[in-house]
């Protein structure tokens, strides 16, 4: 069994940028893209914590009390 030959070698594919990532740079893009996506919404959330006056615990925003000290939350 023969294998087939080609009479002319194929073109490479270029982009019409000149632009062409490979897949491990995709892969590394989408981990970053990803990584930063996570780090807003990380810092937002924080954002939304109340801290208690009289301790300084961070508490979730739906608290009314510390839940270190119990003390009321007025924000």
């Known amino acids: ?3 087939v030959e080609l009479t002319q070698q194929p073109k490479p594919v270029h ?3 000149g632009f062409v990532l490979e897949d491990w740079q995709k892969g590394l893009l989408l981990v ?19 801290i208690c006056d009289h301790c300084g615990q961070r508490n979730p925003r739906h608290q ?5 000290c ?3 939350l007025f924000r």
């Open 1 to 3: 069994m023969q294998g």
């Open 15 to 17: 982009s019409i940028t």
């Open 32 to 50: 970053l893209l990803l990584g930063a996506l996570y780090l807003r919404l990380w810092t937002r959330k924080r954002k939304a914590d109340q």
């Open 64 to 68: 009314t009390n510390c839940l270190k």
């Open 70 to 72: 119990s003390a009321p």
